[in-house]
Structures are given as C-alpha cells and as structure tokens.
C-alpha cells in the first residue's frame, strides 16, 4: 500500500489554521534539539509517559473509549486530564472518533481509513478538516456515557487548559530549554506517535487474527506506544485492555493497568480468555485465528 499515492489529502481542501498551528509546533519541536541538556531530556521522557501512557494509551484509549476496566471516578478524571497534554484535543472529541473508527474500519465512514492514502490517514484527516472535533454536532451519538459527565464537557471544551498551565509551569521551573523539549519536542513525537497507529498499523505489519480489516502488529510502533502498536490483537477483542498476547508483545500500558489492580484502583478488567492467549500465543503465532472470546477474570499471567 503506498503512502502517498492517490492520497486523498492532495485533493481536498486543507484547514490552515490547523496546518499553521502544526508547523509551528514542528519548527519548535526541532529549535529543541539546539538547546539540548539532560534535565530537559529526562522532562520530555516523563511527560511523554505521562501524555501518552497514563494519558492516550491508559485513559483516552482503553478505558474512556473501550471500557476496558473500571478505576474509581477521580482516577478516570486524572487519566483523562493527563490524555489533554498530549494536545489531541478532548476526550469527547478523540473517544467518538476512535469508536466511530472500529465501527467502520477500512469502510466508509471511517475517519482515517490507508484506502484514503497513508498520508491522509497519519494526519491529513486532520489538517483537511475531517477530524471529528471540526464535526462536533456528530459528536454525541457515539459517546452517550461521556455527554453525561459535567468534567468530560468541560475538559472536552478547555482540553487546551491542562497543556498551557504544564508549559507555564515547566518554564518557571525549568526554562527554554526544559519547555521546548518536554512540551514542543515531547508532543509532535507523540502526535506521530498515535498517528502511526492510525497508519503504519493498518499498512504494515502482521496479522494474527482474522479481523476483516487491515488492522497489524507492529513491534516498533508498540515500543513508541507503550504497547497500542498490537493492534490486529486490539481489532480482534477492542474491550480488552490487554493488547500485548505473546510473551514477547511487551505492553505498557497493560502493566501499567495491572499496577493500579495491585494498588486496589482498577477491576472488571477484560481480557482475552487465558486458553486463547497465553498458552497457544506463546509457542506460536495464530496466523489466520478467529478473535479470542472475552473474559473478565484476569489469569495469572
């Protein structure tokens, strides 16, 4: 599948006050690597965590837009709020679009389908206007269980708030150089990050599962992730809030779900039944398998 062939961003009409706002934040992201020190690359790796961990992949991901699992309301509160510093807008926005993405995967209607061009999918769905934000009236259909909640509104609304007052603080803190790398630097590699998922996951990679889409694993987007790069495995079961099965598919954001269990913070996590996974995955990949059924009594992996 080619990148840029046919891609349907070269034909459309592009929104520039968001391609603006994105090539200022790229110019800035590389000005960091002119005012490098240790502190600041140790801030953007914690805020990258921070973002796209405990944020995107933990929060937005597999428990706002899957409900994989249940946390108490002010743990599900400071999830969501760190998924805003990765500026991929609210919550409402990103988990309607990416419900709206499984419900149409590689069909039509799906917001950020590789039939449309790998560069539509990475980011020209976004810098053309098909991103679900510039739709909101479309919005509420999807996320009936967000709508509800006073804190997703609002958050949703001022998702740009969490971000500007973590820039103000690092600055204070830390200085110029500590600000372009955790905040600037820290979030494009994170945008293309997600992105990636969006696109080199549905164009390259393996397939384990019979999904009927173009869903892959791909091991190097799962390390840039903390583990959403197994994404055939999440097409599969989207429920399940484990997405690394074999032994080898390091996740995450999976231990980092199995850490707040430990801590009493999380249940009714959902899985793939354990005689499906572990004990056949382990030895050997299932190529062409069915999707696994669903359990949600975690083994003892």
Known sequence: MSFLENDK????????GVTIFFIALHILAITAF???????????????????????????????????????????YILTTCGTLAIE???????????VHHQNTDKEGDPHSPNDGGFFAHMGWIITGKAMHARAEE????????????YYVWVSKYHWVPPVVLAVV????????????AVFLRTVVGLHSTWLVNSATHMWGSQRFLTGDTSTNSFWVAMLTFGEGWHNNHHASPQAAKHGLAWYEIDLNWYGIRALKALGLAWD?????????????????????????????????
């Open 269 to 301: 996590i959902k899985v793939q039944k354990a005689k499906q996974t572990a004990a056949d995955l382990a030895s050997a990949p299932l190529a062409g398998a069915e999707p696994p059924e669903m359990t949600t009594a975690i083994s003892g992996d």
């Open 139 to 150: 919005l509420l259909p999807f996320v009936p269980d967000l709508r509800k909640d006073k």
């Open 170 to 181: 690092i600055f204070a803190l830390f200085g110029w150089s500590a600000l372009l790398w």
């Open 89 to 99: 807008g609210g919550p409402i926005a990103w988990v309607a679009t990416h419900r």
């Open 34 to 76: 002119f005012f490098f020190s240790w502190k600041a690359l140790i801030l953007a790796v914690i805020t990258y965590w921070i973002a796209g961990s405990l944020g995107i992949g933990m929060g937005y991901h597999r428990l706002l837009t899957h409900r994989g699992y249940k946390t108490p309301k002010w743990v599900e």
């Open 9 to 16: 961003t070269f034909s459309r009409p592009v929104i520039w």
